[in-house]
């Protein structure tokens, strides 16, 4: 019996999930080569976009409504797959649209159905008249921290249909 214990506890820990494989359109993919490495947007459907902060640390999904103006960003964990709530209020972003920059405050949202509260969010709102239309924009949150880092002067370009 001493024999198959430890064979049965190496089998078993060899069949764990782990990420090596493509897991398709629900999951995350891998990029060509062995080094290549994305994750799906929670928010795709809706044109969201993921920026990787850190390597596999935290995401920050951008959702933009370019319809009305509105600007949402979420924040996840390495994998995308489960919300990183932050203690902050609100993020202060630039954003950049048809050459011209203006400052954009983003709000904590609460929510009753995930029992998030202000300072206790993984989601952030704003907006801006001049998405209104956009095609493109550019943005550099000032600062954030999360799981006890901070990031200051994270970047990202979004453009419609690219995501």
């Not at 049965?8 to 060509?32: Q, R, Y």
């Not at 209020?89 to 202000?118: C, D, F, N, P, R």
């Not at 095609?135 to 370009?157: M, N, R, W």
Request: with cysteine; aromatic share 6%.
């Amino acid at each position: 019996m001493r024999i198959h214990l430890p064979l049965l506890i190496a089998c078993t820990a060899l069949t764990l999930p782990a990420c090596n494989t493509d897991h398709g359109v629900d999951g995350h993919e891998h990029g060509d080569g062995e080094t290549g490495h994305s994750h799906s947007a929670p928010h795709a459907h809706a044109g969201g976009m993921l920026v990787e902060l850190g390597d596999h640390f935290l995401q920050m999904e951008v959702v933009p409504d370019l319809e009305t103006g509105e600007l949402r960003l979420f924040f996840w964990d390495g994998h995308a797959e489960n919300p990183v709530r932050l203690t902050q209020a609100s993020l202060q972003l630039a954003l950049t649209v048809s050459g011209v920059t203006a400052e954009l405050a983003l709000s904590a949202q609460a929510s009753t159905l995930t029992g998030e509260t202000v300072g206790d969010s993984a989601e952030f709102r704003g907006k801006h008249a001049g998405l209104r239309g956009a095609t493109e924009f550019h943005a550099v949150v000032h600062q954030l921290d999360a799981l006890g880092a901070s990031f200051e002067s994270v970047p990202f370009d979004y453009s419609k249909g690219d995501n």
